[in-house]
């Protein structure tokens, strides 16, 4: 925490000596900041930072990379006779998670297109959360539970734990 509070005073002064408080500055002024404190971590003695770092710079990326992939999904699905669509529900057990770190991945999952977070519940037999989602394609639900809980949950988890 006290190297993000640092990184973000490095920000805030690139926005100083440049003149310029905008938003696009401002990012390049915490990445200038982030190598600054990248450089000096061997005296700083703290590394978690820059792993936390790493794990949201990772998880936006490949957020960035299902949208791409799913937009061009729903341009196929678009196109093509609408009696070949399957949509179904499946249901995605999870990892025991809090509030913040549920509603996070049910936005992620929703914010792709092709996909909807529709209820969070809890499995009767075993207790652990489930997470509902509604998908355009519903072929084979072992894969879409796959790749939900190795690609978002995952980094999700990662990220903010």
Same mark, same amino acid.
């Given at each position: 925490?006290?190297?993000?509070?640092?990184? !973000?005073? +490095? #920000?805030?002064? &690139? #926005?100083?000596?440049?003149?310029?408080?905008?938003?696009? %500055?401002?990012v $390049?002024?915490?990445? $200038?900041?982030?190598?600054?404190?990248?450089?000096? @971590?061997s005296?700083?003695?703290? @590394? /978690?930072?820059? /792993?936390?770092?790493?794990?949201?710079?990772g998880?936006? !990326?490949?957020?960035?990379?299902?949208?791409?992939l #799913? %937009?061009?999904?729903?341009?196929?699905? *678009?196109?093509?006779?609408? %009696? @070949?669509?399957?949509?179904?529900?499946?249901?995605?057990? +999870?990892e025991?998670? %809090?509030e913040?770190?549920?509603?996070?991945?049910?936005?992620?999952?929703?914010?792709?297109?092709?996909?909807?977070?529709?209820? !969070?519940?809890?499995?009767?037999? *075993?207790? /652990?959360?489930?997470?509902y989602?509604?998908?355009? &394609?519903?072929?084979?639900?072992? *894969?879409?539970? @796959?790749?939900?809980k /190795?690609?978002?949950?995952?980094?999700v988890?990662?990220?903010?734990?």
């Amino acid at each position: 925490m006290r190297l993000l509070v640092w990184n !973000i005073v +490095l #920000a805030l002064l &690139w #926005a100083a000596m440049t003149e310029t408080f905008s938003a696009p %500055n401002l990012v $390049v002024g915490y990445g $200038v900041g982030f190598v600054v404190l990248l450089m000096l @971590r061997s005296v700083l003695q703290e @590394r /978690k930072y820059f /792993k936390d770092v790493g794990d949201v710079i990772g998880l936006l !990326i490949y957020f960035v990379v299902e949208l791409f992939l #799913a %937009n061009l999904r729903m341009a196929y699905y *678009t196109v093509m006779p609408l %009696n @070949r669509m399957r949509p179904g529900v499946i249901a995605v057990p +999870l990892e025991r998670m %809090n509030e913040t770190e549920l509603t996070i991945l049910s936005n992620l999952i929703t914010l792709t297109p092709g996909t909807l977070s529709i209820d !969070i519940g809890e499995d009767d037999e *075993t207790g /652990k959360q489930v997470l509902y989602v509604h998908v355009m &394609w519903y072929v084979d639900p072992d *894969t879409v539970r @796959r790749d939900i809980k /190795k690609g978002f949950e995952a980094r999700v988890l990662s990220a903010l734990r």
